[in-house]
C-alpha cells in the first residue's frame, strides 16, 4: 500500500512538474497586453515544432491565435507576425527601434561589422559602401561582363547526355560568381582554399550557438578564422603590389584614400563576407528551382526560349550579353520573380525591438525578436490568381515596384541592395542554359520548401544539347 501511496505521489509530482515545465516560458516572460499564444518549453520553446511542421505551424496558430501571436523559437520569445500591413509597417520603420534580429551564431561567424548587424548611421555608412560595388550602374559596365565570363565557363564542360546535380552546380556558380567579382586575379591561387572554409562558415551560420569540439557552430567559427585570415593575407599582397585591378577589392582598397566611404581592413573582411554570404544561397537557390519549374512548365520554357533565341539572333556567335540585352529579358525577369514567390527562397525576416513598444495594440517589450513572416502573402489568391500555379505572365502587366505587401527582396531601408544582381546573375545563367540544352529529369527527388528550400539528396537532371 505505501508502495501504491509513494508511486503515486512521484507520478503526481512528475505531472506537475512537467506542467509546470511546459508553462515556464509563459510565467517568467509573462506581461500585461502581450499578443496571445503559446511559449513552449523552456530554452527550446517551441523550435522543434516550428522546424518540423514549417508553413503548417504557423497556420495552426494563426488559426488559433490570430495573425500576431507570441512564440518561443530558436532561443529567444518571438512575436510573429502574418499580418500584411504590420509586416509592412515593421520593415518601413527601423528607425523606430525594429532593427534587424538575426541569431547570434550568424551575427558571430558573419562578423561584428556585417551590415546585418548595424543600424543607425553605421548601417548607412556600410550600405552606401555596398552599394558603390553592387549598384546598377556597377552591373552594367563593371559586373555584368565577368558574370557573363564565368557563367560560360561554368558550362562549359556540361557535355550532352551528361547527368548533373543541379542544386551542386547552382551553389557552385553563386560562389564562383561572387568571388570572381571580388578578386579575380587571385582565382586560381585561392579560390578552392577559401571556398572549403566558405562551405564550413556557412553552415555553422545557421547552428545552435554551441562553441564546443563537433559542432557546425565550432566548425563555422574555425571556417571564418581561416577564410578571414586568407583574406587578410591578400589585402596584405595587394597592397604591397603596383600592380591594378578592375574588381571590387581594388575598389575597397582605393576607397581608402578616395571616397567618402572609406572602410579599415577588419570592415573590408566582413564586407566581402556579407556579399558572398548575401548572394550565395538566394542566387543558387532561385537557378535551382527555376530550372525545376521550367522543366514542369513547358509553355513558360518555350516562351523563355523564344526570347533567349531573339537575343542570341541579334548577336555574333561567342558576343557576350549586355546591359541592353539584360534590359530587354522581361519574360526573363518575370520567371526570376515568379519563381522567388512560388518557391518562397525567403519565407520571412527577423527583427528585434530596441525599446518596449506597441504594435496593433499589443504589448511588445524590449528585446523580443519579431519574426516578419512573409511567406503567406506570396500565396494569396486575391493577388496572385491560382497562386499555387508557376505563372510568369503575371509579371508582365504589374511588375515587382507596383507590389505593396511583395517583399521578395525585404523593403524599407534593408530592401535588398544586391535584388539588381541576383536577377542579373539567374538570368544570364537561363540564357545560356536554355540555349544550349533540354534537360529530362532523373526523378523520384524530393525538394524542402521549409525552414530552407533545399532538395536534401540533390536534384539531378540529364542534359541533351540542342
Ligand atoms: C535572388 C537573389 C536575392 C534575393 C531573393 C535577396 C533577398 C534579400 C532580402 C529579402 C533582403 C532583406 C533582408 C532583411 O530585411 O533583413 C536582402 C538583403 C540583403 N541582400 Fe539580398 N537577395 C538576393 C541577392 C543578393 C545578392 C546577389 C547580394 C550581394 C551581392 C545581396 C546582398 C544583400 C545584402 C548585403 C542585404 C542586407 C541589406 C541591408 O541590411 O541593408 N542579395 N536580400
Not at 504589374?398 to 530592401?415: A, D, I, P, T
Request: glycine share 6%; net charge positive; proline share 5%.
Amino acid at each position: 500500500m505505501e508502495l501504491l501511496i509513494m508511486a503515486a505521489s512521484l507520478l503526481f509530482l512528475g505531472l506537475f512538474f512537467f506542467l509546470f515545465l511546459s508553462k515556464w516560458n509563459e510565467i517568467i516572460l509573462k506581461r500585461e497586453g502581450l499578443p496571445p499564444g503559446t511559449m513552449g518549453w523552456p530554452f527550446f520553446g517551441e523550435t522543434n515544432e516550428f522546424l518540423k511542421l514549417g508553413p503548417d505551424f504557423m497556420k495552426r496558430q494563426r488559426a488559433r491565435y490570430g495573425t500576431v501571436f507570441k512564440s518561443h523559437i530558436l532561443g529567444s520569445p518571438t512575436i510573429v507576425s502574418m499580418d500584411p500591413e504590420l509586416n509592412r509597417y515593421i520593415l518601413l520603420n527601423e528607425a523606430k527601434g525594429l532593427v534587424p534580429g538575426y541569431p547570434k551564431s550568424m551575427l558571430d561567424i558573419l562578423g561584428t561589422r556585417n551590415i546585418a548587424a548595424v543600424y543607425g548611421s553605421k548601417h548607412k555608412f556600410l550600405r552606401s559602401n555596398l552599394l558603390s560595388l553592387i549598384g546598377a550602374p556597377l552591373i552594367k559596365d563593371r559586373l555584368l561582363p565577368r558574370i557573363d565570363t564565368y557563367i560560360r565557363l561554368h558550362l562549359s564542360n556540361w557535355e550532352d547526355h551528361m547527368v548533373i546535380d543541379v542544386q551542386q552546380k547552382s551553389t557552385d556558380m553563386a560562389l564562383l560568381i561572387g568571388f570572381t567579382q571580388i578578386a579575380e586575379a587571385e582565382f586560381s591561387s585561392i579560390y578552392y582554399k577559401f571556398k572549403c572554409e566558405f562551405d564550413k562558415l556557412l553552415k555553422g551560420s545557421l547552428s545552435l550557438p554551441i562553441n564546443l569540439p563537433g559542432t557546425s557552430y565550432y566548425r563555422g567559427f574555425k571556417g571564418r578564422k581561416n577564410a578571414v585570415r586568407i583574406l587578410r593575407e591578400l589585402i596584405e599582397k595587394r597592397r604591397a603590389s603596383p600592380a591594378t585591378y578592375d574588381d571590387m577589392l581594388e575598389h575597397l582598397l582605393r576607397d581608402d584614400v578616395e571616397t567618402k566611404y572609406a572602410l579599415n581592413d577588419e570592415e573590408i573582411i566582413d564586407q566581402i563576407i556579407t556579399i558572398l554570404y548575401s548572394g550565395y544561397e538566394t542566387v543558387s537557390t532561385t537557378s535551382l528551382m527555376a530550372v525545376k519549374y521550367l522543366h514542369d512548365n513547358q509553355e513558360a520554357m518555350q516562351e523563355l526560349r523564344h526570347e533567349h533565341f531573339g537575343i542570341r539572333r541579334r548577336k555574333a556567335a561567342e558576343q557576350p550579353l549586355d546591359w541592353d540585352d539584360y534590359k530587354s529579358m522581361r519574360f526573363t525577369r518575370a520567371v526570376v520573380l515568379e519563381t522567388l514567390r512560388l518557391a518562397t527562397v525567403i519565407n520571412g525576416l527577423l527583427r528585434k525591438t530596441t525599446e518596449d513598444m506597441k504594435l496593433n495594440g499589443f504589448f511588445i517589450p524590449k528585446g523580443w525578436k519579431i519574426y516578419v513572416y512573409t511567406r503567406e502573402i506570396n500565396y494569396d489568391p486575391i493577388l496572385y490568381p491560382e497562386p499555387l500555379k508557376f505563372n510568369p505572365w503575371r509579371w508582365l502587366d504589374k511588375n515587382l515596384e507596383s507590389h505593396n505587401y511583395c517583399f521578395l527582396f525585404g523593403g524599407g531601408g534593408r530592401m535588398c541592395p544586391g535584388k539588381e544582381l541576383g536577377i542579373a546573375t539567374v538570368s544570364t545563367f537561363l540564357h545560356y542554359f536554355v540555349t544550349t540544352y533540354r534537360w529530362e529529369e532523373i526523378g523520384g527527388e524530393k525538394i524542402e520548401a521549409f525552414p530552407r528550400v533545399e532538395a536534401p539528396n540533390g536534384y539531378h537532371i540529364k542534359l541533351l544539347k540542342l
